[in-house]
C-alpha cells in the first residue's frame, strides 16, 4: 500500500517568513495529493490540492509544487502569520478507483508561527 | 457543498462497555466512507473503509470483532467500539469521498474510556 513521510515534524518560523513542508510517497500511481491544516480537535480542513498532470499550484499565500519522478510534494506557505499555527497533514492516493479511493497520511507538521 | 454530519462529538463511557459513533451524509449519497482514528499528536490512521449493503474492509491490525461497522444505507455509517478500553481513547473521525478528487469530513468523536 502506499506509504507518506513527512518532514519536518515541527517547524518554528517568524511571522513574515516562510515555511516549507516536504512529503514523499511511495505508490507510482498515487495521483491526488492535498494538502491539510488541523487545529486542536478539529476535522483536517482542506487548503490545497495538487493533481499528478500539474507540477505546481499556487492559491494566494500557499503554494504546492510536485515531482513525480522524485515522488514527491511540498507545501510552500509565504508571509506567515499568527493564525498559520496549526498541524498541516499532506495526502496522497490513487484516485482511479473513484469513491472507494482511501487517503493515506503523512505523520504532521506542527507549524509554529511567532510573533 | 458536501457535508457529513458525525455523532456525538464527544463521549466518556465507562471500560468494558460499547459505544456507538455515527455518520451520516447530509446532502449527498456515500456509498464509501473511512473510518480513521488519530491519537494525540499522531496522524490519522485509517482504520476500515465501509462499503453501503457489503462488509466493511479493515486496515491491518485492526480487529473487526472490536470496531464493528455497519453502512446500512447510503446516508448513514456506523463505528461500534465494542468492550472499550482506556487504550482505545482517541479521536475518531470518518470521512468520505464526494466524488472526483473531493474527500469531506465528519467533526470528530473525541472518545474518553474510564
Known amino acids: 500500500g502506499e506509504n507518506v513521510e513527512q518532514h519536518p515534524s515541527t517547524l518554528s518560523v517568524q511571522e513574515g517568513d516562510s515555511a516549507v513542508i516536504k512529503c514523499t510517497y511511495s505508490?507510482?500511481?498515487?495521483?491526488?495529493f492535498p494538502w491539510y491544516k488541523q487545529e486542536l480537535g478539529k476535522r483536517p480542513q482542506l487548503i490545497i490540492d495538487i493533481r499528478s498532470n500539474v507540477g505546481e499550484k499556487k492559491d494566494q499565500r500557499i503554494a504546492v509544487t510536485l515531482n513525480k519522478t522524485a515522488k514527491h510534494f511540498s507545501l510552500h506557505i509565504t508571509e506567515t502569520q499568527p493564525e498559520d499555527s496549526a498541524v498541516y497533514f499532506c495526502a496522497a492516493t490513487p484516485s482511479n478507483t473513484g469513491t472507494a479511493s482511501k487517503l493515506t497520511f503523512g505523520t504532521g507538521t506542527r507549524l509554529q508561527v511567532t510573533l | 457543498g458536501a457535508v457529513v454530519s458525525q455523532h456525538p462529538s464527544r463521549v466518556i463511557c465507562k471500560s468494558g462497555t460499547s459505544v456507538k459513533i455515527e455518520c451520516r451524509s447530509l446532502?449527498?449519497?456515500?456509498?464509501?466512507m473511512f473510518w480513521y482514528r488519530q491519537f494525540p499528536k499522531q496522524s490519522l490512521m485509517l482504520m476500515a473503509t465501509?462499503?453501503?449493503?457489503?462488509?466493511?474492509?479493515?486496515e491491518q491490525g485492526v480487529e473487526k470483532d472490536k470496531f464493528l461497522i455497519n453502512h446500512a444505507s447510503l446516508t448513514l455509517s456506523t463505528l461500534t467500539v465494542t468492550s472499550a478500553h482506556p487504550e482505545d481513547s482517541s479521536f475518531y473521525i470518518c470521512?468520505?469521498?464526494?466524488?472526483?478528487?473531493?474527500?469531506?469530513f465528519g467533526s470528530g468523536t473525541r472518545l474518553t474510556v474510564v
Open positions: 446532502d449527498f449519497q456515500a456509498t464509501t
Open positions: 505508490d507510482s500511481a498515487s495521483n491526488y
Open positions: 465501509s462499503n453501503e449493503g457489503s462488509k466493511a474492509t479493515y
Open positions: 470521512s468520505a469521498n464526494v466524488g472526483g478528487y473531493g474527500y469531506t
